[in-house]
């Protein structure tokens, strides 16, 4: 009741006006100003990417702890490397890349090394939602490879020993023998990975780009922010909030369906 509470209190207040109108009842007019703005908008068409990346952002620590599992020369050390960036602040993460992937940094230095033209990676609205999401993924693998490993723990040996012997391909274990003991270790992992992506990259979004170039990096968790914290705004962000909820729970359910659906057809 005490998560619940709260939760309804926003939304009621979302049905509420701001400045001149504040406390009274303006029915739907926040969420037809919400759908009205472009800054909104692009903040909706960003979500859509975030789905687009969310396989690779559940792929990389798969991956990477299945070859932990399979014990590749160096997996202790690995383990740890893989780990260490999801303690360190948004902050900090965001700075390093910031100094890394600046138009005259070092990555940009490496590049011309080998022919290829500088690339403004965090001034291109095309490449700069793309690149701090990548940052997100960095920072970020290490807890759900954390998740994976200890879902490899519930996986029966034998079935992989048997796969040894079979002659599979490590291709085919994977397809035929982890996916399916793991489908749900990976659910949990989709389901937490992309509540991350819409909820936890608000430090990177406010130290690597502010929301810009042209508001191109804006995500809705950001929207908020600044409708609450510097246009006074609370109603139109009480409604972003519940905008953003529904499409947790949309794309939460979605997700495990589809999921629960790939589980029964393996």
């Not at 792929?59 to 303690?87: D, K, S």
């Not at 902050?91 to 390093?96: E, M």
Request: glycine residues 12%.
């Amino acid at each position: 009741m005490l998560r619940l509470w709260p939760l309804l209190l926003g939304v009621n207040f979302s049905f509420t006006g701001d400045g001149e109108r504040n406390g009274t009842t303006v029915g739907l007019d926040n969420y037809r100003d919400l759908l009205e703005d472009p800054l909104f908008r692009g903040a909706l068409r960003n979500v859509g990417l975030l789905v687009l990346l969310l396989p690779i952002a559940v792929a990389i620590p798969g991956l990477l702890a299945t070859f932990i599992y399979l014990r590749v020369p160096g997996h202790r050390f690995f383990r740890g490397v893989y780990f260490f960036p999801a303690v360190l602040s948004p902050v900090i993460v965001g700075a390093i890349f910031n100094l890394l992937l600046a138009f005259d940094g070092p990555l940009n230095a490496v590049l011309g090394g080998i022919g290829i033209g500088p690339v403004d990676w965090l001034g291109d609205p095309r490449a700069a939602i793309v690149t701090v999401v990548a940052v997100h993924v960095w920072a970020t693998f290490g807890m759900a490879l954390v998740v994976f490993l200890a879902g490899f723990a519930t996986l029966d040996g034998a079935l992989l020993d048997a796969a040894r012997v079979d002659g599979a391909s490590l291709a085919q274990t994977i397809r035929h023998v982890i996916i399916p003991g793991l489908s749900r270790t990976i659910q949990f992992v989709f389901v937490t990975t992309m509540i991350g992506m819409l909820t936890s990259m608000f430090g990177l979004l406010y130290i690597m780009t502010s929301g810009g170039p042209e508001g191109s990096t804006y995500l809705p968790e950001y929207y908020i922010w600044i409708q609450q914290g510097q246009m006074n705004r609370p109603a139109l962000a009480s409604a972003a909030s519940t905008v953003l909820f529904l499409i947790m729970v949309v794309f939460g359910l979605l997700q495990l369906s589809l999921l629960r659906r790939s589980g029964r057809t393996e």
